[in-house]
């Protein structure tokens, strides 16, 4: 599996863990890295898109995009080493198949109450065109967890190929996106420009969950495109509102700075049906232009700040120009609601990415600690990235401004080393983002790295890491 910076794959996959209880980290902390597993790409899998998902008692899940008994993802837990031991435990949960099991599941599982997980896969189902899963953990003297299909999707209005991490509400609801389907022939993608859907859970006497779609996307348009191909999945506000991004479209291509030509990409809200209605209702929150340092190709959907501001990376777009190819190198942004009297909110952009020196590609979304700070990370480059060398990425920290300031504060947390350093043997390419306990360490997968070749192209399938504060 060859690496590609500006692959699709890459775009779509970006995504991660958003909101955790962490608390703040001292800016003096050097967090140190632990690699907490060498995938090898065989039976337990490799090449990780996905963020992980904390659970009880220190375990981590996640995801895999190959490997397995038949090659096509895992799921898999990370199980705290025991008292006076220090290896961690790898289990594969599920090995999936093809066909109506599904198959490239590229982004992370979140938690049931339950201890239940549930996911998504790109691929898969009667029309390859992805499904949805759930993991129900063994009962009584059962070693196995059971996995169940809630839905397949069919590659027409129902949406195609889902890229984002489902969402759970209170009631038992799971929220997701597609990347493709919907309206077919819309302005965009002949195959339709993506769906944000609902699937509820089976009514009483029943095993079957519904699913409905609350919005087809449209595509493009000068004064009304609203955005093509969801890459991250939704985050629920207070209201029920959702929040999310498209990964292009929008408006078409206003500079000759945005790459996409059919549109940089749009943060959008859906609101619930209003009493005795049934459509919900869109809204795009900002279009992405990739002019005067705006950025291109959101990643990951985005974050609650305080008072309901949203914080989000772009793959794209920016100030600082291509090191190479036609990717700008990407930022991180802030979306704060509108003042009173008005109905636009206002994009900011906290940190543009740049190369030598600093990190490239940020992918996945943020987490925010209690003093404000957000973590994230970057597909490239790193602070001790020599020119005409190739980085590995890392894991960085923005601080807030301090009073009276208005600049935000990067902090490279860690620096993963490709062509010079330690030549991926800890990971590289981290293409999701972190997600942190209540100590604040942080946990992530890398895409590539590690300790064990791929004997097809003597490529590493990647590792799961720890930072330490």
């Known amino acids: 599996m060859a690496r590609s910076k500006a692959s699709p794959t890459g775009k779509i996959a970006a995504c991660l863990l958003s909101i955790l209880p962490l608390r703040a980290v001292p800016a003096s902390a050097a967090p140190v890295e632990t690699v907490l597993y060498d995938f090898s790409g065989a039976a337990d899998g490799g090449f990780s898109f996905a963020a992980l998902a904390l659970g009880a008692k220190g375990a981590l899940y996640g995801t895999t995009s190959a490997g397995g008994s038949a090659g096509l993802g895992t799921v898999f837990k ?78 027409g209005a129902d949406g195609a190929n889902p890229a984002g991490r489902l969402a759970l509400a209170k009631n038992g609801v799971l929220y997701g996106t597609t990347y493709a389907g919907g309206i077919s022939g819309a302005s965009g993608y002949a195959g339709g420009n993506g769906v944000v859907f609902s699937l509820v859970p089976p009514a009483a006497g029943s095993s079957a969950w519904t699913e409905h779609v609350l919005y087809s996307f449209k595509g493009t348009g000068t004064t009304n495109g609203d955005g093509e191909g969801p890459n991250g999945g ?44 049934s459509a919900w209702t869109e809204k795009v929150l900002w279009r992405f232009a990739s002019i005067s340092g705006d950025g291109a190709a959101p990643a990951g959907e985005p974050t609650f700040g305080p008072n309901g501001v949203l914080y989000g990376l772009t793959y794209d777009g920016g100030s600082f120009p291509p090191y190479y190819g036609n990717l700008n190198l990407g930022t991180a942004y802030q979306l704060t609601p509108p003042e009173a009297g008005s109905t636009a909110w206002t994009e900011t952009v906290i940190h543009d990415f740049g190369y030598f020196g600093d990190y490239a590609y940020p992918v996945g979304n943020l987490i925010i600690d209690s003093s404000g700070a957000l973590y994230g990370a970057a597909l490239d480059a790193g602070s001790l990235t020599p020119v005409g060398a190739s980085g590995g990425g890392g894991v960085f920290k923005l601080t807030p401004p301090a009073a009276g300031a208005t600049s935000w504060t990067e902090t490279h947390l860690h620096d993963f080393t490709d062509s010079f350093g330690d030549f991926c043997k800890t990971g590289c390419y981290p293409e999701a983002g972190v997600v942190a306990d209540a100590s604040g360490a942080l946990y992530g997968t890398t895409l590539e790295g590690g300790l064990f070749p791929e004997a097809s192209d003597n490529v590493s399938p990647g590792v799961v890491f720890k930072l330490t504060p």
């Not at 949960?93 to 099991?101: E, I, M």
């Not at 201890?115 to 953990?137: D, I, K, S």
């Not at 500079?255 to 609101?271: A, Q």
């Open 78 to 155: 990370l199980t705290p080493p025991a008292a006076g031991a220090t290896r961690w435990t790898q289990a594969v949960l599920h090995a999936f198949t093809g066909g109506a099991d599904g198959s490239a599941p590229i982004v992370s599982v979140i938690l049931g109450a339950k201890g239940q997980l549930y996911g998504v896969t790109y691929q898969g189902g009667g029309a390859n065109a992805g499904t949805v899963f759930e993991l129900v953990p063994p009962s009584g003297t059962a070693t196995s967890w059971t996995e169940k299909i809630l839905y397949t999707f069919t590659g």
């Open 234 to 277: 939704v985050i629920i506000g207070k209201t029920g509102v959702l929040y999310g991004v498209t990964s292009i479209g929008g408006v078409p291509g206003v500079s000759d700075l945005c790459t996409y030509r059919n549109g940089c990409g749009t943060v959008y809200e859906l609101l619930p049906p209003a009493a005795g209605k």
